[in-house]
């Protein structure tokens, strides 16, 4: 199993294609678990709607690649499927105002169902390599947390004691609490609350079940077979979300098993930027200047992008560091997820193409 991940834009979407791609190349069953990706992308790998089960995509490898759009809503109400004691209990919660918003909005949710899609492709078997997409994560470890997150929600106290008037036993607390629900309810709107407090009285009793799978889960994200992969960019705020990144996993006590450096500025001249600096002194009075003046820029570019590589790199040893150059158009068909697959792949790991002088 590979998790893509990183900060927003890096091109976590495109590698997650790219690695389950080479794996059916090399021969494996793999599934690619996609997040949102770009309209051309999606179409390139039949991903029209989103979808709950993978799709096969044809094409010329020995293995089978296969792929979906996850779709977070669908994800979380098979869970509530699988988890209701009763058919009766699974449709009041899938019916619920207050589920149906939550399903979508609530923040850890989608990173929580890309988990959770990643243990049921694994729980189910049949595939050889599991790649998992990430959404764009602000808060770079939403997704480790987000099982922990979602449960502590479910069990959250203030709903639960919202809930108290209901347990015959407990009717003492039912004034203090129906007080509390009249002042909330004047500030978000009494439907709102109801809604809420159905909600959660429908999941009594689920929560263990989801408790238990979340533990899993993230029994899964730590295991060996599954590797972290880190996406990033030589931009100096994907770096700075990237270290923090790398250190977070490894509190986590997960390692990032690769580190993938994407969009590197090309070094066109094996000539340091000083040296094509001072070639542009030599030659002030040709048109020549202006060129090496600015040959000399992109130059320096790459050197200061190979500075600031090299550190990250440092950080997450011994995982093996890849370079990927800016390509000149977008990736999204299977020629460009090929393209980029040659520096995944291919490449002798030095840095990003050097070309002649
Ligand atoms: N090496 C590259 N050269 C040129 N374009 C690239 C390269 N890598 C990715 N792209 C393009 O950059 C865009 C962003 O890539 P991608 O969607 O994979 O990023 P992401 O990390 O998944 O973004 P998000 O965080 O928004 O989900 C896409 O349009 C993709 O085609
Ligand atoms: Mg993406």
């Known amino acids: 199993m590979i998790v893509c991940c990183g900060s927003g834009g890096v091109g976590k979407t495109t590698t997650a294609a790219v690695l389950a791609l080479e794996g059916a190349r090399q021969g494996r069953r793999a599934v690619v678990v996609t997040i949102d990706p770009a309209k051309r992308l999606a179409d390139a790998l039949g991903l029209e709607t989103l979808s709950d089960t993978p799709t096969r995509i044809e094409g010329d490898w020995p293995g089978e690649l296969w792929a ?211 070639r542009a002194a030599d030659q002030a009075d040709t048109d020549l200047a202006g060129l090496y003046e600015n040959l000399a820029d992109f130059t320096l570019l790459a050197e200061v992008e190979e500075a600031h590589v090299t550190e990250l790199s440092a950080r997450v040893h011994p995982a093996p560091l890849v370079r990927v150059p800016f390509l000149p158009s977008d990736v999204h068909d299977l020629e460009g997820l090929s393209e980029l697959g040659k520096y995944l792949f291919d490449g002798d790991g030095e840095p990003a193409p050097v070309g002649t002088a």
């Open 68 to 278: 979906l759009m996850l779709d977070t809503k669908s994800t979380f109400d098979a869970l509530v499927l699988k988890y209701a004691p009763s058919a009766g209990q699974a449709d009041g919660i899938l019916r619920n105002r207050f589920y149906r918003n939550i399903s979508s909005a609530l923040s850890g949710t989608q990173e929580y169902m890309a988990m959770e899609k990643l243990y049921e492709l694994h729980e189910e078997g049949g595939f050889e390599l599991v790649v998992v997409d990430t959404p764009p994560t602000r808060n770079a470890l939403d997704f480790i947390d987000a099982p922990r997150r979602l449960t502590h929600f479910l069990d959250n106290r203030l709903f639960r004691w919202m809930m108290m008037p209901t347990r015959a036993y407990l009717k003492a607390a039912g004034v203090a609490t129906r007080t509390l629900l009249r002042v909330i309810s004047r500030g978000v709107g009494s439907d709102v609350v109801q809604d809420a407090v159905a909600f959660f009285q429908a999941f009594e009793g689920m929560e263990d079940g989801f408790r238990q799978r979340a533990e899993r889960v993230l029994h899964l994200l730590s295991d060996p077979a599954t590797a972290f992969l880190l996406v990033t960019t030589p931009r100096a705020d994907a770096l700075e979300e990237s270290r923090f990144f790398a250190a977070k996993l490894e509190e986590a006590g997960i390692p990032v098993e690769a580190l993938v450096v994407n969009r590197m500025h090309p070094r066109f001249a094996p000539a340091g930027a000083d040296q094509l600096r001072s």
